[in-house]
């Protein structure tokens, strides 16, 4: 049995006829830590909502642990669901010291108690030290850690945060993305957070779920969802690549595009005439002049710091988008030259 189960849970709000969330049906194992992942107003954050009990599905039902905590508008109180809360801003309390702030969470506890689990917690997020400060003394990444601190002091079930990295600057990002995890890996604790970049999804999460307008796209490890994409929208959503639709010739292995004839993956496909294919830009690689199986004019061409990116117009395919792929930094490549290259199988998928 699954640690946290959302089963076929919807939410209607008054002002809408459309489901802000539908039919929404998740497993989450114990000790995984999920990202809710897509776009703006797509449902992320009413689903977080609604497993801390802050908001009440208009249908469905919600399990944690052994305890069924909404079903048919019977909802038990959101301090009763074992749920840790970091919120987007932290919500610390300016006039409380760290451990104060930590401590807060622990009301019920023993005085005692609560000061050994605090300092114990403040160990775990690495501010020890730190416990007399307020949280203005406070770096925002160490901010942040106290939140995570504070949500974790009871010993959460689960921890639920929302968009946890978005008050960060990039450098400072990268390194909460790493402890974050590390704390919660510690802690053995499973967890849910909602965001909308895919960087922090992909660096932080056991599985990301894909999410868009209520209605959940893909569920898949960060690398699965990367290399086979559902569909148009996950693929581009999570990460660059280049949509392609073509023929699926008889021997089910190739397609035959307007680019060329593309050799597919190890993927069963469908019966159909018609696919789509996803090619991301590093599947494509540069070769010498006149020996790849596709060839195309350079248009643009910009520099990531990393890699380059090329995009490449087609005769045939004057009208379409120009394919985007990634050559080497120290390869010279001019504007209106004509790039030869191959297409890595393994990194072309069918999408629906
Ligand atoms: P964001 O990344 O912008 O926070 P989100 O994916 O978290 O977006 P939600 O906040 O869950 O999306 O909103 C989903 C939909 O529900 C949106 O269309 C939003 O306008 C609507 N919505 C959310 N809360 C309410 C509310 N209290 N009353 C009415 N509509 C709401």
Not at 3 to 21: D, G, R, T
Not at 224 to 241: D, H
């Amino acid at each position: 049995m699954s640690f946290i189960h959302l089963e076929q849970v919807s939410k209607f709000f008054s002002n809408s006829l459309q489901p802000a969330v539908d039919a929404l049906d998740l497993k989450i194992e114990q000790g995984e830590i999920i990202t809710l992942l897509g776009p703006s107003g797509c449902g992320k954050t009413t689903t977080l909502r609604m497993i801390a009990g802050f908001e009440q599905p208009s249908m469905g039902k919600i399990s944690i642990g052994d305890q069924v905590v909404y079903d048919d508008h019977r909802s038990l109180p959101p301090e009763k669901r074992g749920i840790g809360m970091v919120f987007q801003d932290y919500a610390l309390f300016p006039h409380l010291t760290i451990e104060k702030n930590v401590m807060f969470g622990l009301n019920k506890w023993k005085t005692k108690d609560r000061k050994l689990r605090a300092i114990e917690v403040l160990e775990l997020v690495g501010l020890a030290d730190y416990a007399s400060r307020y949280p203005s003394e406070l770096s925002g990444g160490q901010q942040q850690r106290v939140a995570l601190a504070r949500a974790l002091a009871p010993r959460p079930h689960v921890v639920l945060m929302d968009e946890p990295f978005s008050n960060l600057d990039a450098g400072l990002r990268e390194k909460m993305r790493f402890d974050v995890t590390n704390i919660l890996r510690k802690a053995n604790t499973t967890a849910i957070i909602v965001t909308h970049d895919q960087k922090d999804a992909f660096a932080v999460s056991d599985r990301v779920v894909v999410m868009k307008d209520g209605v959940i796209q893909q569920v898949a490890s960060p690398r699965e969802m990367y290399r086979c994409p559902k569909n148009c929208f996950v693929a581009q959503f999570v990460g660059k690549t280049n949509l392609l639709t073509g023929k699926l010739e008889k021997d089910m292995k190739h397609v035959t595009t307007t680019i060329g004839t593309v050799c597919l993956p190890n993927q069963t496909t469908e019966i159909c005439e018609t696919v789509k294919l996803s090619i991301r830009p590093e599947g494509c690689e540069i070769v010498a002049e006149g020996t790849g199986n596709y060839c195309g004019k350079v248009e643009r061409v910009t520099y990531s710091g990393e890699y380059q990116e090329l995009y490449i117009n087609f005769q045939s395919n004057s009208s379409s988008d120009p394919m985007v792929i990634y050559a080497p930094i120290d390869q010279e490549i001019e504007i209106g030259s004509v790039v030869s290259f191959n297409i890595k199988s393994d990194l072309v998928c069918v999408v629906e």
